[in-house]
């Protein structure tokens, strides 16, 4: 999708004047862009019309070229078919809130399960209770409660052999008795929508009277996603959708075309297999994804709460005069652990999508924490002043950490090398700041 899309965008966004038989030649493209991704074709024909009265119509503004404006139409509309704010979580006035999780097997619904409880938690200081109510899917529980281990989370399960209405009703129970004021349902999947799971599903939303219902569905199945979201609307009525597995490689037809569809938000994205990786949905930020402007603003926003500015200016300036040591070093180590994996914020620049390498990166988080634990068998005057590392130093060193020598030479080695790279890095910078066509 963005390739098309950013190719006849790029194109318009540098012409000084544009005709009508522009804007029409450019929403073909578009059109067949939005089709070729897998979007609703309903939704692309509205979308198209909209898009070309905006742009005929055009409400001027000054600071931007008619081919800019374009894009930003574009761009707004892209924006409004996904909803056009952040919709937050509903929670309930009275404890607890009750959010019951649906949608069909391998969607990421026990997944998300623990994600979002982990990340309610975390944002909103709440105590989450999770209820296994998945009694047909083998294994289905225990998943549920390796979770909870993992995340230190408490799980209700009363085994597969209780049926999910009755489960659901003694959770109930237990997260009253037991002060959790947010529960969050866990329920059974099928390959396919059936009436037996639907009803089944009818029950336990009698009985749960949950406060959201939110159907995860997986980004990667495009127009199937959409009418399984069809469905299950006109059984349960969701409330929000949970779009997961966004980090793999999927055409962006179903984040597009889900809310124009079911009417209901997208709440939550999934952007990869580990316990921290759910966000809540931006409209905004996945269009400017789709247009291939890359998830900027995702990226600045991680980039400024993880990283002090003052740090990042300091650092550039050791950067320069090259005075960077183990000290700084463990310093980046910690920020760039605290970021995430990089993988993930590496997929969110621009133009990032294209490079397939990518999804092959991967750094070993362990082999941080080996560089770490040497760095802090240093001492102090060591880590201002590597060029004192001899060998009796070293071999200390390496016992200090529980690594070996060798370890503890190829990490310096490496620092020495990333030092000279440094120095001459920024000389280059300083010389050939114009040839490069830096700004
Ligand atoms: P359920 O059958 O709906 O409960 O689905 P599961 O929670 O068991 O998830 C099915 C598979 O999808 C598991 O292997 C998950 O690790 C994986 N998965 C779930 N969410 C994501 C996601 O956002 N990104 C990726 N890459 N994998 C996911
Ligand atoms: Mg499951």
């Known amino acids: 999708l963005s390739e098309r899309l950013q190719s006849t965008l790029s194109k318009m966004r540098g012409k000084g004047k544009i005709s009508e038989a522009d804007v029409k030649e450019m929403m073909r493209e578009v059109r067949l862009a939005l089709l070729e991704a897998d979007v609703n074709f309903k ?41 056009s704010d952040v919709v937050p979580i509903t929670f309930s006035q009275k404890p607890p809130t009750v959010v ?41 529980i225990k998943q549920l409660e390796t979770l909870g281990k993992q995340l230190d989370l408490p799980v209700f399960s009363l085994g597969d052999q209780v049926k999910p209405e009755e489960i659901v009703t003694k959770a109930l129970e237990y ?13 059974a999947g099928r390959l396919h929508i059936d009436e037996t799971l639907m009803g089944e599903l009818e029950n336990v939303k009698t009985i749960a009277k949950p406060n959201e219902i939110f159907l995860v569905v997986d980004s990667m199945t495009g127009q199937d996603a959409v009418n399984v979201a069809d469905s299950f609307n006109e059984k349960l009525g969701i409330t929000g959708v949970v779009l997961t597995k966004l980090d793999g490689d999927t055409r962006g037809g179903a984040a597009l075309s889900i809310k124009a569809v079911t009417g209901a938000p997208i709440k939550f994205v999934g952007l990869g297999e580990k316990l921290d990786a759910l966000e809540p949905f931006h409209p905004e930020r996945m269009a400017s994804r789709i247009l291939g402007m890359g998830d900027v603003l995702s990226l600045i926003e991680k980039a400024e709460t993880q990283m002090d500015q003052d740090a990042a200016k300091e650092l550039e300036s050791k950067i320069r005069d090259a005075s960077f040591t183990f000290d700084d070093f463990i310093e980046q180590l910690a920020q760039v652990k605290n970021m995430g994996p990089i993988d993930e914020l590496l997929s969110m620049l621009p133009g990032a999508g294209k490079m397939k390498g990518l999804k092959n990166v991967q750094i070993d988080e362990k082999q941080l924490d080996h560089v770490e634990a040497i760095i802090r068998s240093m001492t102090k005057h060591e880590r201002a002043n590597p060029e004192v590392l001899n060998a009796s130093r070293r071999k200390r060193i390496a016992k200090g950490s529980g690594r070996s020598i060798q370890e503890v030479n190829r990490l310096i080695k490496q620092f020495d090398d990333m030092k000279k790279m440094m120095k001459q890095m920024s000389g280059q910078m300083k010389g050939k700041k114009k040839g490069l066509g830096l700004p």
């Open 43 to 83: 939704v692309v024909k509205q979308f198209v019309n909209d898009v070309k009265e905006r742009a005929v119509g055009q409400d001027v503004m000054k600071s931007l070229t008619p081919g800019q404006q374009v894009v930003k139409i574009v761009h707004e509309e892209l924006s409004n078919l996904m909803g």
């Open 175 to 187: 997260a009253k008795t037991n002060h959790h004021d947010f529960v969050l349902i866990d329920t």
């Open 100 to 140: 019951m999780m649906v949608g069909l097997q391998g969607a990421g619904k026990t997944t998300t399960t623990g994600k979002l409880a982990n990340l309610i938690r975390k944002k909103h200081n709440r105590s989450p209770l999770l209820v296994a109510a998945d009694i047909y899917r083998p294994a289905a």
